[in-house]
């Protein structure tokens, strides 16, 4: 009998997530220097995440 598709492991699964945590913008923004140190953490601007 086969495995179902919804119990493959975590290690298999790799989706790419449309939404980024703050802190993932946060880096983004640095490298694209649009974050200061001393920068609100709220409100961010969406950020388009690098392939």
Do not use: C
């Amino acid at each position: 009998m086969s495995m179902h598709p919804s119990l493959k492991s975590a290690s298999k699964i790799t989706a790419k997530r449309n939404v980024l945590k703050r802190f993932e913008r946060i880096d983004i923004m640095r490298k694209n220097d649009k974050w200061k140190e001393g920068d609100r953490a709220y409100g961010l601007p969406k950020t388009k995440q690098s392939a």
